[in-house]
């Protein structure tokens, strides 16, 4: 690609709940072309193809930081997310994005260790990385395919960067805090429609709850708090999209009895309140 020449396309085919496009493109930069800086309404991931450039990043508590990022190497922009990435002076990158969502994206992406605080793509597997980049690039390519042939594509997509996704530096947990941590997650998707709290959750694992939430955090990355919020925030987009149900009875039905706790708890999952969501998203 010459520089600077730009290329993409946007989804126009309808929503999907599980996992949905947005936009793919693919970008040769200018020196010091920048982006930013801005905030995302979805998931945003950008792949290296040539060349150099920086990501300053945000996360969730505020905190700044930068990286220096080159061929080989990603970045994900979070829902919500402020950053500006920059375009080296000497050597520009070039990159291939997609754009995408759906309920349990987050879940994905933050189990294999991609947060707001750890944006930064790296691979271990040159084979697995290699088809993601073949499946970018694939739907760029084909913009005028069917819906369903460029989601399963998208689905591929995101399959191979979860497979491809390297963390050298992490522990594997025990096989006894594994149990732990199954036996809570059991018990949340079996309960999630009445008014448990953490307690509750520790106390079926046999454990206090300040070491349930270290051994919780330490295999998944977040909190038995936020574990419980993204998964009844799932079930109730889940509920809206494909049901009638007033968004009281919603909020019911997902463990909030009280309709105001629910639309705050759902905008900070969603950043919209339930009613828009449903708006944006009920099937048709």
């Known amino acids: 690609m010459a520089a600077h020449e730009l290329e993409f396309s946007t989804f126009t085919h309808g929503r999907y709940v599980d ?26 991931f950008h792949y290296i193809v040539s060349g150099r450039g920086m990501l300053m990043s945000t996360d969730a508590r505020g905190a700044k930081a930068d990286y220096l990022l080159s061929a080989g190497e990603g970045f994900l922009i979070f829902p919500g997310q402020v950053n500006t990435y920059v375009a080296d002076l000497d050597d520009p990158w070039e990159y291939v994005w997609v ?13 294999a260790g991609l947060t707001d605080s750890s944006p930064v793509y790296r691979s271990q597997s040159s084979e697995l990385r290699a088809r993601m980049v073949e499946e970018m690039r694939y739907l760029v390519s084909n913009r005028n395919a069917s819906a369903l042939h460029l989601v399963g594509h998208t689905y591929l997509f995101l399959d191979y960067l979860l497979q491809s996704v390297a963390h050298p530096d992490e522990q594997p947990t025990s096989r006894l805090q594994d149990l732990y941590v199954r036996e809570a997650v059991d018990f949340v998707k079996k309960n999630y429609q009445f008014d448990i709290t953490v307690e509750d959750i520790a106390r079926q694992t046999g ?16 909190s038995p708090q936020q574990y419980l919020i993204s998964y009844r925030m ?17 909020g019911r039905a997902v463990g909030y009895p009280n309709q105001l706790h629910f639309s705050r708890a759902f905008k900070g999952a969603y950043g919209v309140s339930p009613r828009e969501w449903r708006r944006e998203n009920a099937a048709v």
Not at 27 to 41: I, K, L, T, V
Not at 235 to 242: F, G, I, M, Q, T
Request: proline fraction near 6%; aromatic fraction near 12%.
């Open 99 to 111: 754009e995408f969502d759906g309920i349990r994206v987050r879940d994905d992406l933050e189990a």
């Open 19 to 44: 996992l949905m496009p947005y936009q793919y493109g693919r970008e040769a930069c200018e020196p010091g072309h920048a982006f930013g800086p801005a905030r995302r309404d979805h998931f945003l």
């Open 207 to 222: 454990l206090n709850r300040s070491y349930f939430g270290k051994v919780f955090k330490a295999a998944t990355g977040r």
């Open 234 to 250: 799932g079930k109730a987009a889940e509920l809206l999209k494909l049901t009638g149900l007033p968004v009281a009875e919603v």
